[in-house]
Structures are given as structure tokens and as C-alpha cells.
């Protein structure tokens, strides 16, 4: 059977590389100044022409976008070609406010398949694989990404959507899926229910293609063993296309982003500052080959570190670390910055599954933190240490990780609500007041 080719562009030497970005930069710049009045007023307020931006060493220069603006200018007020030029939209899964609003042209989907495509033969995938999406479908990009990726390729896709257990476990077991397309969270769950069931030998998956949100290496090793696959981390989000941004490929040590459609660069939050390579900041990105949603220099509040590292697959495209969450995902307690993903470290790290929650609230005028885990049926049925135990061991765990007290309560097996897509890990009620 024949292999879904490998585009020779992901192992291009990292110079002509760098020279076909400058050169889509140019042309980019151009074409953005010329058809979207936000940018064209942007650049003339910060001085900046087009004929400025000779390649990506004066990528620099170009003012920053942000979601704001998105929100400000929804809904067409970034579209650089005409509305009948557009054949979808998506939207972000947005909490507060105004949605944001992404369009495609024809040739913008074909690219966003292009990237998706590229994380599935990362992943291994060939056409004879079976796909099955339970990524949902319709505004989130998520299942309509996937789906573009896996025809590309030639799989036979499953077009699941989210939710749904026992018909997910159903056409897994009956049409013998390989590749699993989900948030992270729900692949956990179904690596849970999989057991359960006792269906692990009547499983046919070799591999997982998991992102939406952040999770830890632990999370990562606990899904592989449930489920008996290799999970390889995909990261994107709606307003630079959706999935396929970057992938990680064999070696499971960051993922490469496609640099032919997208640049990135790191910055200090705070500053705006561009980092060195290998610093931590927030990612930007700069999409040089879409034509209906092109944004320059999108703050993503994402933060992590690059890397050009040599990677042995061969793919020169630039490697991110695992996104250690968004910026606005941090939680300041007790006046210490603490992550969801440092509390999950800990907790995996003593044997529990994802199956957590954190509650932030205020009493007076002192925040107080609670996590709240499920013991593990294994550890309900054989209890090696009682639960005050559990919990006095956690929370010297936390304090060593977080450097602050957190209460901490250990609930019984399933009390906590499962995701089907991205999960919610934090509920802080300080919002509310
Ligand atoms: O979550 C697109 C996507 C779908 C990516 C399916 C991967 C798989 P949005 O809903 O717009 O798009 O959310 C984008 O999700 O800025 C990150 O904060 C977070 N995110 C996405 N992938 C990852 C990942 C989709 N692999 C936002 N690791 C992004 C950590 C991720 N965070």
C-alpha cells in the first residue's frame, strides 16, 4: 500500500528554510497592508511601511496583535479577502465575551489539512489506518481538523465527535481503530472505561493524537499504559488555523511547528521583548501562507521555549516544549504563582489519574486552595494507607512543589465530573465576587 508522502519541506535545511519564510513574509505583509484596514492603520500609527520588512530579521518591527483586537474587530473587521472568497468559519471555544471568529478560503482549509496530515504520519499513520476522531465537531476545530488530516492521508476516518462512551468503545472495538484523535483529558477516560470493560485485547490502537489543552509527561505515560499506544502531543489554536500548528513526531520531545506556514517567536510577556532561543516566554505567531484570517504576530498568552535543536527524525522545522499552560491560566494564591500542571506532576506522581480538580476561593481577605482527587479503584479496593494519610502525603508534596499549603481532599473513585473535551481543572470562585 502506498505511504502518505512525507512533504520534503519538513526535513529542508533550516537556511532555504528561513529564506522561503522571508520571502512569504514580504509578500505577506504586502498583502495584509493592502486589504485589511485594522493593519494598514496599525502600521502607519507605528511607522512602519511594507517595503520595512525585508525578511524575518525585521519581523520585529511589526506591532503586535492580540485577542482583543480580535474581539474589537470581530466579526470581519481582520478578513483580507472577500467574503465570498470564504468557504467556512470556525470559533473559538471562548469562556467570557465576544467569540472570536476565524475564516478559511478553500486554500486555507487545504493548508489546515496540509498541517493536519503531517501530525498523523508523525504519528505513524498511513492509509491503512483507521481514524477515529472524538475531537468535537462543528465551531471547535478540533474534529474538523482532524478529519481534514486523516483524508489526506487516506485513513478510513471516524468521524466520532465527541462524548458518547459506549459508542466510542462500540466502533473502536467493531471497526478496530488505530489512531485516536481526542483531548488528552477524554483519552484518559476512555483509557478508564477501556479497563473497566475488560476491552484491552479487542482494542486495535497503536497510537493517540492528543492536545486542546495542556498535560504532563506523567498524564502522557499513564494514557500510553492504559490504552497500550504511543500519544503524541498536537498543539494549535482557531485564530492561527486550529490543529497541526505543530506535532510531535517519533521522538515524543517537543513539537514541530510548521515553519513554511508559520513563524514563531518568543517573547517576554511583560515587555514584549523578543527572547533568545531556549528562553521561556509567550509564543507568537505569524501566518504567512493564509489568505482570508492572516494574522501578524499573534500573542497566543501560550507559554513555552523553542528549540533547533537536531532532532533524529529529521524534521528541521523548530521544536516547542509542551506549553506549561497559558498565561492566563496561572492562578496567583497566596501570592505565589501556581499552574495546574505542577499540581498534576504531584499527583501522578503518587498513583492517582487525572481525575482532579482545584478550588481557589477567598475567606476574608486570604485565598485558600483546595485540591480534590479520586482515589483510584485500586486503591479503594486494596487500601494501603488510609485516606487522612493520602491526604497528609499530597500535601506535602504540593508544599514541596508549590512552596504553599494547599487543603487537600481525596474522594471516592468517579465523584468527579469527567471531560469530553477540554477539561476543566480549575474552578476559582474569587471570580465571583
Ligand atoms: O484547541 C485547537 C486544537 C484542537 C489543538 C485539537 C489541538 C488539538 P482553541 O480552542 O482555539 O484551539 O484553543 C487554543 O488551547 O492557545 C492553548 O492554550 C491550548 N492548547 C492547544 N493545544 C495544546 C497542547 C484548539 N497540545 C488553545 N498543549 C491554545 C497545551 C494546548 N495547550
Given at each position: 500500500?502506498?505511504?502518505?508522502?512525507?512533504?520534503?519541506?519538513?526535513?529542508?535545511?533550516?537556511?532555504?528554510?528561513?529564506?522561503?519564510?522571508?520571502?512569504?513574509?514580504?509578500?505577506?505583509?504586502?498583502?495584509?497592508?493592502d486589504n485589511v484596514k485594522f493593519y494598514h492603520?496599525?502600521?502607519?500609527?507605528?511607522?512602519?511601511?511594507?517595503?520595512?520588512?525585508?525578511?524575518?530579521?525585521?519581523?520585529?518591527?511589526?506591532?503586535?496583535?492580540?485577542?482583543?483586537?480580535?474581539?474589537?474587530?470581530?466579526?470581519?473587521?481582520?478578513?483580507?479577502?472577500?467574503?465570498?472568497?470564504?468557504?467556512?468559519?470556525?470559533?473559538?471555544?471562548?469562556?467570557?465575551?465576544?467569540?472570536?471568529?476565524a475564516f478559511y478560503t478553500q486554500e486555507d482549509?487545504?493548508?489546515?489539512?496540509?498541517?493536519?496530515?503531517?501530525?498523523?504520519?508523525?504519528?505513524?499513520?498511513?492509509?491503512?489506518?483507521?481514524?477515529?476522531?472524538?475531537?468535537?465537531?462543528?465551531?471547535?476545530?478540533?474534529?474538523?481538523?482532524?478529519?481534514?488530516?486523516?483524508?489526506?492521508?487516506?485513513?478510513?476516518?471516524?468521524?466520532?465527535?465527541?462524548?458518547?462512551?459506549?459508542?466510542?468503545?462500540?466502533?473502536?472495538?467493531?471497526?478496530?481503530?488505530?489512531?485516536?484523535?481526542?483531548?488528552?483529558?477524554?483519552?484518559?477516560?476512555?483509557?478508564?472505561?477501556?479497563?473497566?470493560?475488560?476491552?484491552?485485547?479487542?482494542?486495535?490502537?497503536?497510537?493517540?493524537?492528543?492536545?486542546?489543552?495542556?498535560?504532563?509527561?506523567?498524564?502522557?505515560?499513564?494514557?500510553?499504559?492504559?490504552?497500550?499506544?504511543?500519544?503524541?502531543?498536537?498543539?494549535?489554536?482557531?485564530?492561527?488555523?486550529?490543529?497541526?500548528?505543530?506535532?510531535?513526531?517519533?521522538?515524543?520531545?517537543?513539537?514541530?511547528?510548521?515553519?513554511?506556514?508559520?513563524?514563531?517567536?518568543?517573547?517576554?510577556?511583560?515587555?514584549?521583548?523578543?527572547?533568545?532561543?531556549?528562553?521561556?516566554?509567550?509564543?507568537?505567531?505569524?501566518?504567512?501562507?493564509?489568505?482570508?484570517?492572516?494574522?501578524?504576530?499573534?500573542?497566543?498568552?501560550?507559554?513555552?521555549?523553542?528549540?533547533?535543536?537536531?532532532?533524529?527524525?529529521?524534521?528541521?522545522?523548530?521544536?516547542?516544549?509542551k506549553p506549561k499552560g497559558r498565561s492566563d491560566?496561572?492562578?496567583?494564591?497566596?501570592?505565589?504563582?501556581?499552574?495546574?500542571?505542577?499540581?498534576?506532576?504531584?499527583?501522578?506522581?503518587?498513583?492517582?489519574?487525572?481525575?482532579?480538580?482545584?478550588?481557589?476561593?477567598?475567606?476574608?481577605?486570604?485565598?485558600?486552595?483546595?485540591?480534590?482527587?479520586?482515589?483510584?479503584?485500586?486503591?479503594?479496593?486494596?487500601?494501603?494507607?488510609?485516606?487522612?494519610?493520602?491526604?497528609?502525603?499530597?500535601?506535602?508534596?504540593?508544599?514541596?512543589?508549590?512552596?504553599?499549603?494547599?487543603?487537600?481532599?481525596?474522594?471516592?473513585?468517579?465523584?468527579?465530573?469527567?471531560?469530553?473535551?477540554?477539561?476543566?481543572?480549575?474552578?476559582?470562585?474569587?471570580?465571583?465576587?
Amino acid at each position: 500500500m502506498k505511504k502518505y508522502y512525507q512533504p520534503e519541506i519538513e526535513t529542508m535545511p533550516v537556511e532555504e528554510l528561513q529564506a522561503l519564510q522571508s520571502e512569504r513574509l514580504v509578500k505577506q505583509v504586502q498583502f495584509v497592508y493592502d486589504n485589511v484596514k485594522f493593519y494598514h492603520e496599525k502600521m502607519d500609527e507605528a511607522g512602519i511601511k511594507p517595503e520595512d520588512i525585508k525578511g524575518i530579521e525585521d519581523l520585529h518591527k511589526l506591532p503586535f496583535i492580540t485577542k482583543d483586537d480580535l474581539r474589537d474587530q470581530y466579526p470581519y473587521g481582520l478578513l483580507a479577502v472577500p467574503l465570498e472568497d470564504c468557504v467556512r468559519i470556525q470559533s473559538t471555544s471562548g469562556t467570557t465575551g465576544r467569540r472570536v471568529v476565524a475564516f478559511y478560503t478553500q486554500e486555507d482549509i487545504d493548508l489546515w489539512d496540509e498541517c493536519c496530515a503531517r501530525a498523523i504520519v508523525a504519528a505513524g499513520g498511513t492509509k491503512e489506518d483507521v481514524c477515529h476522531v472524538c475531537y468535537g465537531y462543528g465551531l471547535f476545530t478540533g474534529g474538523p481538523g482532524l478529519n481534514g488530516g486523516s483524508h489526506k492521508v487516506g485513513c478510513l476516518t471516524l468521524p466520532m465527535s465527541s462524548g458518547n462512551t459506549e459508542r466510542q468503545l462500540q466502533f473502536m472495538t467493531d471497526l478496530g481503530s488505530t489512531i485516536l484523535c481526542c483531548t488528552p483529558s477524554y483519552a484518559a477516560n476512555l483509557g478508564e472505561a477501556v479497563n473497566e470493560r475488560g476491552l484491552k485485547d479487542k482494542i486495535k490502537l497503536k497510537a493517540g493524537i492528543f492536545g486542546a489543552e495542556p498535560w504532563t509527561e506523567e498524564m502522557r505515560h499513564n494514557i500510553e499504559e492504559s490504552l497500550g499506544i504511543k500519544a503524541y502531543d498536537i498543539y494549535g489554536l482557531t485564530e492561527i488555523s486550529g490543529p497541526g500548528v505543530s506535532f510531535e513526531c517519533e521522538e515524543q520531545a517537543g513539537m514541530h511547528i510548521q515553519e513554511d506556514h508559520f513563524i514563531a517567536e518568543i517573547i517576554d510577556p511583560n515587555t514584549g521583548e523578543v527572547l533568545p532561543e531556549g528562553e521561556v516566554g509567550e509564543l507568537v505567531f505569524t501566518c504567512i501562507t493564509k489568505k482570508a484570517f492572516p494574522l501578524l504576530r499573534y500573542r497566543t498568552r501560550d507559554l513555552c521555549r523553542l528549540t533547533r535543536e537536531k532532532c533524529s527524525c529529521g524534521r528541521t522545522h523548530v521544536r516547542m516544549m509542551k506549553p506549561k499552560g497559558r498565561s492566563d491560566d496561572m492562578m496567583i494564591v497566596k501570592g505565589v504563582n501556581v499552574w495546574p500542571s505542577q499540581i498534576e506532576t504531584v499527583l501522578l506522581n503518587q498513583g492517582y489519574q487525572a481525575n482532579y480538580q482545584i478550588v481557589v476561593d477567598r475567606v476574608g481577605n486570604n485565598d485558600t486552595i483546595e485540591v480534590q482527587v479520586e482515589l483510584t479503584p485500586e486503591m479503594a479496593e486494596n487500601p494501603t494507607m488510609t485516606v487522612a494519610e493520602r491526604e497528609k502525603k499530597i500535601v506535602a508534596g504540593l508544599k514541596s512543589m508549590l512552596g504553599i499549603k494547599v487543603d487537600v481532599k481525596v474522594v471516592e473513585p468517579k465523584t468527579i465530573t469527567r471531560s469530553e473535551g477540554k477539561a476543566v481543572r480549575v474552578v476559582d470562585k474569587r471570580h465571583l465576587y
